[in-house]
């Protein structure tokens, strides 16, 4: 194979030189971009050969290492594999030389799916059953002998991959781009990776030391692999992604071209003969492991002494023993209790253990494996499933929903299944989740006893109404893993449910089996160190919305008060601009040295700048103070331009972790008081910036860390919910801010009057553009008794500021349940909905809506309502009231339906342009879902919250103490 690679580059090679000199001195374009493709091309193939020569003498290098290592340290495996049984001898030992081959050539279709089988049968023993090679020389040579294979299948692989592209190339030329090189390329990067970390694995491995003396353990703890371990596991877990894409390229090929016999120039090695299946591997690794403990009375006595602890365990069923990893902990001697009850089976005794007399109180007994297939009966399953007299659903045990979710002859309730997997560690557990689900997947076909005699409804035949079933359980742990999943908490089970789908699945449903596979390498990827250092663990594999698109008719007035002379529509464009025109609020600042004053006309709104440049240049000169003040990189800025040194997520994960740290820190001395007040600046250019912001992170929030948070505000860590702490936190913020802006010493009543006009109109524009919570922080603030008390600032206000502040006021006042505020959320769903009634699952307008008003609502669905029908039943199966959970699945329904980001005005030029706003027409409409970014502004006004903050951190009472100094008590 290497000498036609070689042959056929040098031809390819020998063309393009023809091809060059006959288009030399050429000013062609269209020659000389052929002549680059070309010789790219060629650059790309001269690289594959590197690598699949590279990979050619990595495998040869990789036998004679194994040969070697293997002569090196005969004398210490030797008496660990004497008398082993013949069927559990490693093919390893054999040279390449000796690898058996197949009579005739294969098909290029039955050869790849061979490939694509065994390799993720390797792959899953790697990621599922590494514990059992590791602490344990004895079994390093088994994982030499499948890295090994893992080379031939690759190299393989490779040579079908070119097989398709050479008949793609002459049939159909270059009509179809060759994409096949782009996931083998880096695959073939990762074999050499793979090669240098099974030699450093097998080296510390063999020169460890494990002193036989000390007791074993018992633990249900999670598995620390050793820092080589969870490398390798890493590299394999992203090697299985690659080689999917790779197959599935091939695939894809192979249907274009159609199936073909492989070339007979070659041998190819027959896999059948020297595949070690998961049977074999764990059998041989059970015995060594148990000579490695030492003596079997050892294992005796240590069950013995742990039988409580061993029957005790949540892992005590045969459905989870099975599957779960033998060692548990970090130490060598400690081991799981599933792994513990596995071992026992591959004790040196003639009689198994289960039949042994002196045992039998530690195995799982018939009763407890009847229990877990009653899950299978129809007839008992309906015994715990409660409706009310209209059919709906209002109480279930655990195990009847599983059963409800996975029931063949009905179609999956979405709805249902969504509320279930978002909420089902409120009454059960991840461990009991997976053991009813295998259970229901029901390998050995137990609940056949339970169908006899039942019409099979729409299914042709017994045997395929339960193959949909299982197709059903592999949706359920797909959907879990991927959209549902607690990195923190559920690591513990990748390495069982990799075993249970390499082990079981991979017999009934091999293509399901290998897309979760798939998946749940993924999953390995997030160790719990890399959990603990990432702030982004709530992010799911395929974030999914659990929202479901209803019908509906319904349309909700949004009036807030009838006595107020504002509509109190925020849609309609005419109303919009009324009260634009009517508050200025497009006016630019009166500056002294700036000659613009002139109310702007109302155009493009969210795509145009407000600011003038001596705004500009102030937020800029004040933006690099803080900058050097924080430690944060300046950047470059110039007259012309500001440098933004991070985008806005950046930008508020830094500011964060700012805010968290000032917290224990002293300000620094050279803390500046701006001569510069956010207040003094455009509102509708302010409200827009924020609403970025705001909306910025409440796009971030998912339904785990809202179902994991704990609600209360007197909660004092939410460090584990970052995206609700910094929404929180931000609230609370611009509270202070809005305080201490108005009250702030030394500022003349004129100037306070002012400074309240101010926070009306930006919570005026802040509605505009649908940003709730901005404008219940600024209301909220503005009610308060601290502010409400001073006589003399509202005394001061014209009757049409007043009048806008009741309006406001009335839209997030507390009465009949913000019974105003809901009305208007209400109508932007009902105004997303279709002409056929048909509910959008996403808001067609952005909204920030008021956000700790949700974690009111799930704050009082979860303590007003109890997790079971019959809390204080001791009967195992308890009825969950499930409607509590409908409940809190619509109201994270309704976050994931609003978030919807605002349009950054990716279409216009990016670069800053002062004159923009002023070369507009009239013929523009108002735009409330674009708004263009003005990066100095909102980290400006960051650093402002941040400022404010620092005083109020010191002094909690701040705000009530000036205002006191303002009008004292009487």
């Known amino acids: 194979m290497i000498k036609k690679m070689r042959k056929r580059l040098l031809a390819e090679w020998y063309n393009l030189m023809i091809k060059a000199d006959s288009y030399k001195n050429t000013a062609n374009i269209s020659k000389i971009e ?85 390799l993720f049968t390797y792959f899953g023993l790697i990621l ?49 781009e060759n994409n096949l090189d782009y996931n083998l390329d880096p695959l073939l990067s990762l074999v050499s990776e793979l090669v240098s970390s099974v030699k450093i694995f097998v080296t510390q491995t063999i020169n460890e030391r494990f002193d036989e003396s000390h007791n074993l353990l018992m633990k249900d703890d999670l598995y620390y692999y050793t820092d080589e371990g969870e490398h390798m596991i890493l590299i394999i877990s992203q090697m299985t992604r690659l080689i999917s894409n790779a197959v599935s390229g091939c695939n894809n090929y192979l249907k274009l071209i159609g199936d073909f016999e492989l070339s007979d120039e070659r041998k190819y090695p027959n896999f059948s003969l020297i595949r070690i299946t998961p049977e074999k591997f764990i059998k041989r690794c059970s015995i060594n492991l148990i000579k490695r403990i030492g003596e079997e009375d050892k294992l005796r006595t240590f069950l013995q002494e ?205 293509i399901e089996a290998k897309s979760l596979i798939e998946t749940a390498a993924r999953l390995s990827n997030y160790t719990p160190k890399s959990i603990k250092t990432s702030a982004n663990f709530y992010i799911q594999l395929v974030p999914r919305s659990v929202n479901i698109v209803k019908k509906t008719n319904s349309i909700i007035s949004v009036a807030s008060s009838n006595s107020s002379s504002i509509s109190a529509s925020t849609v309609s464009t005419s109303v919009d601009e009324q009260f634009i025109e009517r508050y200025e609020l497009t006016k630019l600042p009166h500056s002294s040295h700036s000659t613009i004053s002139l109310p702007v006309p109302i155009l493009s709104l969210g795509s ?95 339904p785990p860390e809202l179902l994991n948070c704990k609600y209360s505000s007197k909660n004092p860590d939410l460090s584990k919910f970052p995206h609700v702490n910094c929404s929180i936190t931000l609230t ?20 306070r009057v002012l400074r309240v006009k101010s926070w009306l109109r930006i919570a005026l524009s802040s509605l505009y553009f649908r940003n709730f919570n901005a404008l219940a922080s600024i209301m909220t603030t503005l009610q308060s008794y601290v502010i409400s008390r001073l006589s003399s600032i509202w005394s001061n206000l014209s009757n049409e500021d007043v009048e806008l502040y009741e309006y406001l006021s009335k839209i997030i006042h507390p009465n009949n349940n913000f019974k105003v505020y809901r009305k208007k959320i209400e109508k932007l769903v009902a105004d997303s909905s279709s002409s056929s009634g048909l509910l959008s699952s996403k808001s067609i307008l952005p ?37 509590k959970y409908f409940k809190i699945m619509n109201t994270i329904a309704m976050v994931q339906f609003f978030q919807v980001g605002y349009d950054l005005d990716s279409k216009l030029n990016s670069s800053k342009k002062r004159d923009s706003f002023f070369s507009l027409t009239g013929t523009m409409e108002v735009d409330s879902k674009c708004i263009k970014p003005v990066a100095e502004l909102q980290e400006y006004i960051l650093f402002e919250f941040w400022r404010v903050n620092t005083l109020y951190l010191k002094d909690p009472d701040r705000g009530y103490t000036l205002s006191l100094e303002l009008l004292p008590r009487s």
Not at 735 to 748: A, D
Request: proline share 4%.
């Open 732 to 751: 609370n913020l611009l509270s202070n801010y809005v305080l201490e802006s108005i009250l702030m010493p030394g500022m003349p009543m004129k100037k």
């Open 128 to 176: 599922g059953r590494l514990d059992m090679i590791e602490h344990n020389p004895s079994n390093c040579e088994i994982l030499e002998s499948i890295v090994h294979q893992i080379i031939l299948l690759l190299r393989e692989l490779l040579y079908i991959s070119q097989a398709c592209s050479s008949i793609i190339h002459q049939k159909y030329k270059s009509q179809y």
């Open 34 to 118: 052929k002549l680059v493709s070309l010789t790219f091309a060629i650059l790309r193939k001269a690289f594959l050969f590197y690598e699949i020569w590279w990979v050619e003498k990595r495998s040869y290098d990789l036998e004679n290492t194994h040969e070697n290592v293997s002569k090196n340290h005969m004398i210490e495996r030797r008496p660990q594999v004497e008398g082993q049984n013949i069927d559990t001898k490693s093919p390893s030992t054999s040279t390449r030389k000796e690898i058996p081959c197949l009579e005739f050539a294969p098909s290029a279709l039955n050869r790849l799916k061979e490939i694509h089988d065994i």
């Open 306 to 510: 742990n039988k409580a602890k061993l029957t005790g365990s949540s892992s005590y069923s045969k459905n989870l023993a099975r599957f779960s990893t033998i060692r548990s902990g970090g130490q060598l001697n400690a081991l799981s209790s599933g792994g513990t009850q596995m071992l026992l089976e591959y004790l040196p005794e003639k009689k198994s253990f289960f039949r042994d007399s002196q045992f039998e109180s530690f195995a799982p007994d018939s009763q407890s494996d009847s229990e877990a297939d009653q899950i299978n009966d129809i007839t008992k399953m309906k015994d715990e499933i409660l409706v009310d007299k209209n059919e709906h659903l209002v109480g279930i045990s655990f195990r009847a929903l599983v059963f409800t979710v996975t029931n063949e002859m009905k179609k999956t309730d979405d709805n249902l299944l969504n509320t279930f997997l978002l909420n089902y560690k409120s009454f059960g557990s991840s461990e009991l989740l997976m053991e009813l689900l295998i259970s229901r997947f029901d390998t050995n076909s137990q609940s056949v006893k339970y169908t006899l005699g039942e019409n099979n409804g729409t299914f042709s035949s017994l045997a395929s109404r339960i193959r949909s079933r299982r197709r059903l359980v592999c949706k359920i742990f797909q959907l879990w893993m991927e959209s549902f999943w607690d990195y923190e908490n559920d690591y513990k089970l990748i390495s069982a449910l990799i075993n249970f789908f390499n082990e079981e699945v991979s017999e009934h449903l091999p």
């Open 847 to 883: 909204v920030v809506p008021f956000f700790n008003l949700f974690l009111q609502d799930l704050t009082f669905i979860d303590e007003g309502n109890p997790n079971f029908r019959n809390p204080d039943s001791f009967r195992p199966n308890k009825l969950i009231n499930i409607d």
């Open 608 to 702: 145009s700048s407000l600011l003038t440049k001596r705004n500009v240049s102030d937020l800029e000169r004040i933006v690099l103070n803080y900058r050097d003040m924080v430690g944060f990189p300046n950047g470059a800025i110039t007259t012309k331009s500001f440098v933004s040194n991070y985008n806005l997520q950046q930008l508020i994960t830094k500011w964060m972790n700012l805010v968290t740290s000032s917290k224990n820190q002293i300000p620094p001395r050279n803390f500046i008081q701006n001569d510069l007040n956010i207040s003094e600046l455009n509102p509708l250019e302010v409200a827009k910036q924020l609403s970025l912001i705001e909306s910025a992170i409440f796009l971030k929030i998912t």
